[in-house]
Structures are given as structure tokens and as C-alpha cells.
């Protein structure tokens, strides 16, 4: 084995290398953070020559083919009743089994769950559900109510090195704006650059990410908390406008632009 090139801190398409993980057949790995929030573990070499450039997230973007391509036709023909020439169904000779087990239970089977109620926990998460409050345990925000809903999320004034006195909403932004000034990069917030439009079921949509570097020409956008809804936006983001680098920095991202070991170039 050669000698080692360190990757901490430097980005390879959508991936953030985070640490040095092990050694295997003289092969250094490397965990990385992909800007859709996922970890991965990724081969130095394949990292340095181009092989890989996101945790796969991005596979269905390049027009792979589906393993089931072509199958759809014939099965469909198959659940109308239709089949290929000399084939034989394996259920023809159970209609009329099928039928009357049909007809007994319109006539009055007792569904297994009549009379059963939901339990208390159940009710809990049902209820938190519907009042817009967080729920799964792995969240932050689990079981707090729901700044999406609520509007709650709190404003902040700062007087920021290059922009002067700026809105920032929540303590994430604050962080990073905090760590921008410190770093002594030229940044500007949401509402001082364009907007980016993407498309929803053909319904035009337009999305600000919170800050632009312009050292690094790269928009951040910083989340405490990356569900699905927001995952999918990003995904039509990045679809409709491909010429932008948009980095989603969740809490580990963040603490990795924090840490010393990070190339600011």
C-alpha cells in the first residue's frame, strides 16, 4: 500500500467524506455523509477516480433499466384471466372455491377485529399525528409540536460580518451563519439570491435554500430534522436545476464543516 491521501473533508459528487473507517484486502474506506442525508462506506479509489459519486440515491436518474421491464404485460394479462398460449392457470379449477368463500363472507363473517378498540399508546400517536407534533423516536423533535404546522420556529437578529444586521430562522441557521462569519467567507442569506423553481404534477413551485457561498459557489441549506416530504423536494430541486450544488447540511454535515480536519478550499 502506498502512501495515504488523507479525503476527510473533501467532497466527491454528492458525497462528504467524514472519517477513515478500516483497512481491507489494502484497500482504505471511507464513511461519507451523501447530500440526501444518507451515511455510506466508500472505497478510497472509488472516491478518487469517479466511480462513485452518491450513496445510490441518484442510480434511478441515469436511466437504469427496471429488472422487471417487459414482465408487466404478461402478468397484468395474467391477473385479467388472460394467459399465453398453452398455459395453464394454477388456480383454474378453485373459482368455484374461491366464490363461495366470497359469498360466505358477505353473508355476515364476523370480521377478527370487531369489537377490538385501539390501545392507549396508539391513541397517543394517533393524536400527536393529528396535531402536527413529531413522531418516530430516532427524530429530534419527537413528540414536541410541529414547527410546520405551528409556525413556531424562532426568528433571530444577527449582525452578520458582510450583511449586516439579517433575519435567521431557528438555531441551526444562527450556528452556520456564525460559522460562515468566522471562516471570513462572503455568504448571503435566503431572500438576497433567486429562488429555484421545480415542478410538482406539473404545478409550478419555487424553493430558497438558506445560505449562498460565494467562495465555494454552493447554496446550504440546513436541516435539524430531513424527513421524506423535504427529501423529495430536494430530489425535484436538483432534477430541474442540475447546474446548481445544493448541500443539505443536517447535524452531522454541519459537524463536519465545523471540525478542523474540514478543506475549506
Known amino acids: 500500500m502506498g502512501n495515504k491521501i488523507n479525503l476527510t473533508g473533501k467532497r466527491f459528487g454528492k458525497l462528504l467524506v467524514v472519517k477513515e473507517i478500516n483497512h481491507y484486502s489494502n484497500k482504505i474506506y471511507w464513511e461519507c455523509i451523501c447530500d440526501c442525508g444518507k451515511k455510506t462506506t466508500v472505497r478510497g479509489d472509488a472516491l478518487r477516480e469517479g466511480k462513485t459519486k452518491s450513496c445510490g440515491c441518484s442510480s434511478g436518474a441515469f436511466g437504469i433499466i427496471p429488472w422487471n421491464k417487459g414482465l408487466t404485460k404478461n402478468i397484468d394479462d395474467r391477473m385479467r384471466g388472460g394467459s399465453p398460449k398453452g398455459y395453464t392457470p394454477w388456480n383454474k379449477n378453485t ?38 407534533m413529531h413522531s418516530g423516536s430516532k427524530n429530534p423533535m419527537f413528540g414536541k409540536e410541529s414547527t410546520y404546522l405551528s409556525g413556531n420556529v424562532k426568528w433571530y437578529k444577527y449582525n452578520s460580518r458582510n450583511n449586516g444586521v439579517v433575519k435567521l ?30 415542478y410538482i404534477d ?20 440546513t436541516k ?3 424527513h421524506g416530504t423535504d427529501q423529495n423536494k430536494i430530489k425535484l430541486v436538483r432534477k430541474y436545476n442540475p447546474e446548481i450544488q445544493l448541500v443539505i447540511a443536517t447535524k452531522d454535515i454541519m459537524n463536519i464543516y465545523f471540525s478542523s480536519s474540514f478543506n475549506y478550499k
Not at 441551526?172 to 460562515?180: N, Q, R, T, V
Open 95 to 132: 373459482k368455484g372455491i374461491m366464490k363461495s368463500n366470497k359469498t360466505s363472507f358477505e353473508k355476515g363473517r364476523i370480521a377478527w377485529n370487531k369489537g377490538k378498540h385501539h390501545t392507549e399508546k396508539s391513541k397517543e400517536k394517533n393524536r400527536k399525528k393529528h396535531l402536527g
Open 169 to 198: 430562522q431557528g438555531t441551526y441557521e444562527l450556528k452556520f451563519a456564525k460559522f460562515l462569519d468566522k471562516i471570513r467567507v462572503t455568504w448571503l442569506p435566503h431572500g438576497k439570491f433567486k429562488r429555484f423553481i421545480y
Open 224 to 226: 435539524g430534522w430531513f
Open 202 to 221: 406539473k404545478i409550478k413551485r419555487s424553493y430558497s435554500p438558506d445560505f449562498y457561498i460565494k467562495e465555494w459557489n454552493q447554496y446550504i441549506d
